[in-house]
């Protein structure tokens, strides 16, 4: 199982409201392994990756929240300069459009990574595996502490 | 089905005539025992023996909200108190409630009024009515409450809230009908919904009132529940719900006219309007004891539709009220009902139904805000899909209005939910 489940969470540009998500969570015992934040004028998206992502989902609704779960990938990147790059390229080659990006705080080894999602999820991973680039399960996200 | 063939179907002729002989009457009793009235006619320069067809009826006086607050609490009577069996009363947002005083006979051709309603719209004497009218000041729970007795159904007396347990309620006892304003009926069925409880419930039939609402909102309503959504009208001043109710043709609201005169006029200049125009709808109660009421202005918005009904009843109708006109927004010299945004709102896919209005005066320019609740179904991971909810919203209202709106997203169960008459619009141009 290539694929990862993030949690969208969607929030008012209100003070505080990115808080509210994160303490639901930290109350539940949830750890958060990424976070990102997009947002337009009014309102914005909290995207997270977590260890049980069913379960994320169900506390932030029961509690109130509009979230959704969205199939993304997450590829492990060789800290090196140019590395994201090359995978860019192979990206680009295969003809896979990126709708965003983020990154993991924390590292494995030499590695960084990143969450990605893309157009084509299928054709994304045929390509990873044609380039050598490595895709984290939702079973590997519990090893990155 | 119809409840009291004889009646419903009396040709128009006769109908009418019958109205006349009521009106008569009627003059005759508020002359003689309402000071105001006597007051008012003479103001007109009118006695009630000028008024000598169904057609002079435009030269009495109106009877307005603002009449009664005046008379409060007991000045509108025709009878004194030891006669009066109930009174009612509106909830006055400002100032003084409205008062009415129901006879013996008021209580009991109310009943009858309302029985007809039910089976008019689908319901029998086998059904189960869960009730979910308020009970007390206002007249939707009692109202409802004697009709479904008078009709021999079983009704549930369960007011309105406590949203739970009406769902509880609901499932274990069988519930065959709902009565409830349509915002509540709203808040119970995302409810049910959200308790997974869609599949236990054998509703067949609401019927709803109290406030306007859209078409949409009926579909809506009726796909949730799998029921045939109703519209019941009814205003307190004049009776309370059973004044007209939609039959099985959905086209429309019979009003009961051989205890009511319907009239539409223009709002601005009072001229009464032919059937089939757009106006404020004018009442005349013609069987009424208590507290009879002359060319009542409702300050509801809708048209008379005279062509005969495929249900076969003669008695005419009137179009599913558009608004109220103390709700009819004025921004930046448009009119603008709640309802028509809530329509605008309801076509668009998955969109729920909860919206909040907040209108405003920037720069010494009208500005229109509609608020809507993202859920689950139409939330998006990617912020220009849910920006491009946010312009279709701005395109749909303006293609319809013809004004432009600030369209923001909220997040859910941010806006207010209503157990009673939902509150859909903020004017902070009168704050
Ligand atoms: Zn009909």
């Given at each position: 199982?290539k694929?990862l489940?993030?949690i969208?969470?969607f ?17 539940n015992?949830?750890d958060i ?5 997009a947002?337009s ?8 990756i977590?260890?049980d992502p069913?379960?994320a ?13 969205t ?9 090196r ?6 995978v860019?390229?192979?990206f680009?080659e ?7 990006m983020?990154g ?6 030499d590695y960084?990574?990143m969450?990605?999602?893309?157009s084509?999820l299928e ?6 595996i044609?380039?050598?680039?490595q895709?984290?399960s939702q ?7 | ?10 040709p ?10 009521r009106?008569?009457?009627?003059l ?8 105001f009235?006597?007051e008012a ?23 307005t ?19 009066i069996?109930?009174?009612h ?6 100032g003084?409630p409205t008062?009415?005083?129901y006879s ?5 051709e ?11 719209c689908?319901?029998?004497?086998k059904d ?14 009692l109202?409802a409450?004697?009709?479904a007795?008078k009709?021999?159904a079983?009704?549930?007396p369960?007011?309105?809230?406590n949203?739970k ?10 519930s065959t ?5 349509p915002?509540y ?5 995302d ?7 869609l ?11 109290a406030?306007?609402w ?8 009726e796909?949730?529940l ?6 019941i009208?009814?205003?307190?001043e ?13 086209e429309?609201?019979?009003i009961?006219?051989d ?9 601005q200049?009072?001229e009464?309007?032919?059937d089939?125009?757009e106006?404020?709808?004018v009442?005349t109660?013609?069987k009424?004891?208590a507290?009879?009421l002359?060319?009542?202005?409702t300050?509801d ?8 009904c495929?249900?076969g009843?003669?008695h005419r109708?009137i179009q599913k ?18 309802s028509?945004i809530?329509?605008v709102l ?14 405003d ?5 009208d500005?229109?805000?509609?608020q ?14 849910l ?7 701005q ?5 319809l209005?013809?004004i432009?709106t600030?369209v923001?997203?909220?997040e859910?169960?941010t ?6 008459k939902?509150k ?8």
């Amino acid at each position: 199982m290539k694929r990862l489940n993030q949690i969208s969470v969607f929030v008012e540009n209100k003070p505080g409201r990115l808080l509210d998500v994160v303490e639901v969570l930290g109350n539940n015992n949830i750890d958060i392994k990424a976070i990102s934040l997009a947002d337009s004028s009014d309102f914005g998206i909290v995207r997270f990756i977590c260890e049980d992502p069913k379960f994320a989902h169900e506390i932030l609704t029961k509690n109130g929240f509009t979230a959704s779960l969205t199939e993304v990938l997450a590829i492990a990147i060789s800290d090196r300069p140019g590395s994201l790059a090359k995978v860019l390229k192979s990206f680009k080659e295969s003809n896979i459009n990126i709708e965003y990006m983020y990154g993991f705080s924390a590292k494995i080894k030499d590695y960084a990574v990143m969450i990605i999602k893309v157009s084509d999820l299928e054709e994304t991973i045929k390509c990873c595996i044609a380039n050598n680039i490595q895709i984290l399960s939702q079973s590997d996200i519990k090893s990155i502490v | 089905m119809i409840y009291d063939d004889e009646i419903e179907t009396l040709p128009r002729e006769a109908l009418e005539a019958l109205q006349f002989k009521r009106l008569q009457q009627t003059l005759e009793r508020v002359y003689a025992l309402v000071p105001f009235y006597k007051e008012a006619f003479k103001k007109a320069n009118i006695l009630p023996e000028d008024i000598k067809s169904l057609k002079d009826l435009h030269k009495l006086p109106f009877t307005t909200k603002d009449d009664l607050r005046e008379s409060y609490p007991y000045g509108m009577f025709s009878m004194p108190i030891n006669k009066i069996v109930r009174i009612h009363a509106s909830s006055g947002t400002t100032g003084k409630p409205t008062v009415v005083g129901y006879s013996k006979a008021d209580i009991e051709e109310w009943a009858q009024l309302m029985a007809r309603s039910f089976v008019a719209c689908g319901v029998t004497d086998k059904d189960i009515i869960q009730n979910a009218y308020g009970y007390g000041l206002f007249t939707g729970g009692l109202g409802a409450h004697y009709g479904a007795e008078k009709l021999g159904a079983a009704v549930i007396p369960i007011s309105g809230g406590n949203t739970k347990k009406q769902i509880m309620i609901m499932v274990d006892f069988k519930s065959t009908v709902l009565t409830a304003t349509p915002s509540y009926a709203q808040l119970l069925a995302d409810t049910i919904e959200e308790m997974g409880l869609l599949d236990k419930i054998n509703l067949r039939v609401g019927v709803f009132g109290a406030e306007p609402w859209s078409e949409n909102m009926r579909q809506k309503l009726e796909e949730k529940l799998r029921i045939n959504a109703m519209d019941i009208y009814g205003l307190s001043e004049i009776m309370g719900p059973g004044v007209a109710i939609e039959c099985e043709a959905k086209e429309g609201l019979h009003i009961w006219e051989d205890a009511f005169i319907p009239e539409i006029i223009d709002p601005q200049t009072l001229e009464p309007l032919e059937d089939g125009q757009e106006g404020e709808l004018v009442i005349t109660t013609i069987k009424k004891q208590a507290m009879p009421l002359i060319r009542y202005r409702t300050k509801d918005i809708t048209r008379i539709i005279k062509e005969p009904c495929k249900c076969g009843r003669t008695h005419r109708r009137i179009q599913k009220i558009l608004g109220r006109s103390d709700d009819m927004l004025i921004i930046r010299g448009v009119n603008v009902f709640p309802s028509q945004i809530e329509s605008v709102l309801m076509e668009i896919e998955g969109l729920a139904p909860h919206y909040q209005l907040i209108v405003d005066r920037v720069n010494n320019l009208d500005t229109l805000e509609v608020q809507v609740e993202v859920d689950s179904k139409v939330f998006s991971d990617e912020i220009k899909r849910l920006q491009s909810l946010q312009n279709q919203i701005q395109k749909d209202i303006k293609d319809l209005l013809g004004i432009t709106t600030k369209v923001t997203l909220v997040e859910p169960r941010t806006i207010q939910r209503s157990e009673g008459k939902a509150k859909r619009v903020i004017d902070k141009r009168k704050i």
